[in-house]
Nanobody, 129 residues
Framework: VQLQASGGGLVQAGGSLRLSCAAS????????MGWFRQAPGKDREFVAV????????YYSYSVKGRFTISRDNAKNTVYLQMNSLKPDDTAVYYC???????????????????????WGQGTQVTVSS
């Protein structure tokens, strides 16, 4: 599975961006797919994850209520709508996927980068104050 993230850019605080992650090489409709982010000098941080059907979503505390993860299985694509952006949201955003749907049942597993099998190349999001 190859993942291609896009949609990053420079935006002012309070603005919005929508990230896309297109999967290829295999149909990922049964995969859990998510987003992590990494700011300079910091560890990679969980942002959100969505089940294969799209019926279950989970968010980090820092983005809940501002970000929305969704997917279009017909397009093999997952999205991250980011609203009310803050300078602290500045990071490289990575999309990820795993065939192991069981991770969604465990908070510890779904927020851990090691639970995921496939990673995209990252897209830069910069929020200016």
């Amino acid at each position: 599975v190859q993942l291609q993230a896009s949609g990053g850019g420079l935006v002012q605080a309070g603005g919005s961006l929508r990230l896309s992650c297109a999967a290829s090489g295999r149909t990922v409709s049964s995969y859990a797919m998510g987003w992590f982010r990494q700011a300079p000098g910091k560890d990679r941080e969980f942002v959100a994850v969505i089940s294969g059907s799209g019926g279950s979503t989970y968010y980090s505390y820092s983005v809940k209520g501002r970000f929305t993860i969704s997917r279009d299985n017909a397009k093999n694509t997952v999205y991250l709508q980011m609203n009310s952006l803050k300078p602290d949201d500045t990071a490289v955003y990575y999309c990820t996927a795993t065939e192991n749907r069981g991770i969604l049942l465990s908070l510890r597993l779904r927020v851990s980068a090691t639970s995921y099998d496939y990673w995209g190349q990252g897209t830069q999001v910069t929020v200016s104050s």
